[in-house]
């Protein structure tokens, strides 16, 4: 019997998608077909989730603070460059009736000394007082009174090991003392912040503290301003009325914009985007290109049997239809590796730098739309090779 005549005698006698058994009739083919559309998954996966994972760590801590409000200077550029401003702009503040607290906030960047090896490395030190809110966590608050006596900071047990065993001898029940910027300090307690892509680590202090670690800080001044407003009050009106009410020096902000503040830093100013968005590109298309030379080549070493079933009857568009379904099968089949083997990648980077890479919906459909459009365009492409099917060339 001819291989299209035996074909469509399959294909009407067991009613299996004509699709399907050009796919599975080379198993090696369409082992290799579906390796490249996971392996083009993975390298979206990975390339995206780095990128939302590395902006999203740029917020760890603007995500922890227990404000509606937040004021910076307008010259602060990201976390690692926050200029200061007057405090008394965050006590004028205090007039709007809808305002019900505040909390100054000092933030800077201080060199502190690994207890173990003496190597110093940059920590992010944030002073406040301690008898004043700074993050929704609710345990904060006790541990913030052992800020009291100057010279005390929480460390956050979250921060890179390169500073040091700390949480570990602290848990063991040791004195742990330091040095941050030349001078000597006690871990009072512990905290879990969290890194983020500007800061390896995280202490907390008494402005006390903090302004005896950074003398040179101009008197008065501080980076951050947070204010807490009542319940049901509309923040982006209240930021926009106070902004117009109080002087250039200062910028308000709602604490969602300044989570988008931080996050767009890092996503204009920076390569960050733009190399990992490019690393998603060249995994799309090299996903086509695999794409298409499978579905081609299919196409090709088929093409009699096309013609035989263009000979008994189907239509073209039936059988250009057969190959977009071949397209929709590599692109189901090629997915569901890809996303599970990008879960046990995030959980992996996740273990090993503590970035907040993880499976989120909105990413996993992404990459599925990316590798749907991808199989389909290339199976347009191969759609191509179709019209050359002549059914007189069979007989």
């Given amino acids: 019997m001819n291989p299209g005549a035996w074909l469509a005698a399959r294909w009407r006698a067991r009613r299996i998608p004509l699709a399907w058994l050009l796919l599975t009739r080379q198993p090696v083919r369409l082992a290799v077909a579906l390796a490249g559309i996971s392996f083009a998954g993975i390298l979206m996966f990975m390339q995206l989730g780095f990128r939302d994972g590395l902006f999203d760590a740029s917020v760890t801590i603007h995500r922890l603070f227990d404000a509606d409000l937040v004021l910076i200077s307008p010259r602060s550029t990201s976390s690692v460059s926050m200029a200061g401003f007057p405090r008394r702009r965050l006590v004028q503040v205090m007039a709007a009736p809808e305002v019900e607290g505040i909390t100054p906030v000092h933030w800077n960047l201080l060199l502190w000394r690994n207890p173990q090896t003496r190597a110093t490395r940059s920590i992010l030190a944030l002073g406040f007082e301690p008898g004043d809110p700074l993050f929704i966590d609710p345990t904060l608050a006790p541990k913030a009174r052992l800020l ?97 009410q109080l002087p250039s020096d200062v910028t308000v902000l709602t604490k969602e914009g300044f989570i988008a503040f931080e996050q767009n830093y890092w996503r204009t100013s920076t390569s960050i985007g733009f190399i990992f968005s490019l690393g998603a590109a060249m995994g799309f298309v090299v996903g086509c290109v695999i794409v298409y030379q499978v579905l081609y080549s299919d196409v090709s070493d088929h093409l009699p049997e096309y013609a035989t079933l263009m000979a008994m009857g189907y239509r073209l568009t039936s059988l250009l239809g057969v190959v977009a379904r071949e397209g929709l099968l590599l692109a189901a089949f090629g997915y569901l590796p890809a996303y599970a083997a990008g879960q046990g990648l995030y959980w992996l980077v996740r273990s090993a730098t503590q970035l907040p890479v993880a499976m989120n919906t909105t990413r996993a459909l992404t990459v599925l739309t990316m590798i749907l459009v991808m199989c389909m365009a290339s199976a347009g492409l191969a759609m191509r090779r179709l019209a050359d099917a002549d059914p007189a060339e069979i007989f």
Avoid: C, H, M, Y
């Avoid at 003398?215 to 923040?235: F, K």
């Fill in 148 to 244: 009291s006596q100057k010279g005390r900071v929480l460390f956050d047990q979250q921060s890179r090991p390169e500073f040091g065993p700390v949480a570990d001898w602290f848990k063991q029940g040791r004195t742990v003392e330091s040095e941050i910027a030349g001078k000597r300090v006690r871990v009072a307690g512990l905290v879990g912040l969290g890194t983020s892509f500007g800061a390896d680590g995280n202490l907390l202090t008494s402005s006390e503290t903090f302004l005896e670690l950074l003398p040179n800080t101009p008197p008065g001044s501080i980076e951050v301003g947070l204010v807490r407003l009542r319940r049901g009050t509309d923040a982006q009106a209240v930021a926009q009325r106070l902004q117009a």
